[in-house]
């Protein structure tokens, strides 16, 4: 029986594909053989995805149907990765070829199709570097000089794509995110605290929580890029006033990114003692998942190797003393640089968190008292911080504890 070598296989069915999805009508059709495209170009060579897949997906980042555009766009980003070698001929690619064709990405008047764009843009930064990479292993010794100018044109191209996410929806900054730090990575540590910094900042303000909350779900990774100059200058000052956000899963989230770096060893000590006096009174609250991270964040502060015994117990354990129920036990904090011990200890000796009824009741006296003040609350100062009100809160709980003890019996005299 006469067989095909597997060798021609995966071209073949290549060619097959891009022949008949010309003149397929339905879009559900033409994202089959996209995906279909996508699998066996797994099985072939990198000059059979350059000269005929690519194109041809390329071709279908104009179809009318967003749900191509977007398949197209994804499945692109997945054929990108897999090459491993670049003819010379295609060195010019990325600057010459795809970025033109992605463009029209930016201003698609399908909100899918910009999601798309910002899924894949840190994917296909990598990869046009990857390519850059790879050009110069074959390139003469003069020719490598342009590298650093090549490297920039594409940095440039891709921050242009950047400033364009501050103007989409939520949903599409929170899939940019998601990915941050390999976009980072692309750009470096100069033109990510110049350039990138200043444009993912913007992401707070707006009055979507679910970006909030993803911004400092993958900070992390970017703080670790920047280092720790660029962390306390740019950064902290964010993190920390998010602290006071009115959304539960936004100051979890701060606190997560904030015990990460703690134990990363991101963090100097002027931050540690002022998250301490900041982060103390979160041990108070109400919401089990802001309790838990707050004081999973005290134990890494304790535990970190910048602080010694003796900064521990004169700053950290001074500083926590209003909210401990049994402070002779404060003395064995910071003896060992176990978190999971320090956190089993920091649990027994803190007092029992406020429950929901006293929390809303002391916020609704406090915004009495706000509304019947007569001066004007100073630029900044609008409401008080919810730092100082749960340690308000934990004082009125502590006089109305001592309030219900029993009275002595009387004498008789």
Known sequence: MCTIPDIFCPDLVLMLICSTVRFVRFPSSKVVALRLLQRFSRFTDDETRLQRVIPFVVLLL????????????????????????????????????????????????????????????????????????????????????????????????????????????????????????????????????????PIVITFLNTSEWELRATFFQHLPGVCALVGPIALGQFLVPCIVQSLQDSEQLVVESTLTCLYTLSVLGLLDCSTMKELVTRVGPLTCHPGRWIQHGSIRLLAALVSSDRLGFVQVQATVVAALLPFLSTPSGSILLGRTKDISENEALLRGMLYEPLGWDEFRAALARHEIKSSLSSSPPPSGAACQSHSEQWVQLNKIKSKQQRIRQPLPPKQSL
């Open 62 to 197: 104009g179809d009318t149907s967003p749900t191509v555009r977007c398949t197209a766009l994804r499945v692109l980003t997945t054929l990108l990765d897999m090459v491993k070698t670049l003819p010379i001929s295609d060195h010019g690619i990325f600057p010459e070829y795809l970025f033109p064709a992605i463009a029209r990405f930016k201003v698609d008047a399908a909100p899918c199709a910009r999601l798309a764009l910002a899924e894949c843009l840190p994917r296909l930064a990598e990869t046009s570097a990857k390519f850059l990479g790879l050009a110069r292993l074959r390139q003469k010794e003069e020719e490598k000089k342009s590298y650093n100018a090549q490297l920039g044109e594409l940095q440039n191209i891709v921050l242009d794509y950047l400033s364009n996410m501050i103007e989409q929806s939520g949903r599409v900054r929170c899939a940019l995110m998601r990915d941050i730090t390999r976009l980072c990575l692309f750009f470096g540590r100069e033109k990510t605290c110049s350039n990138v910094l």
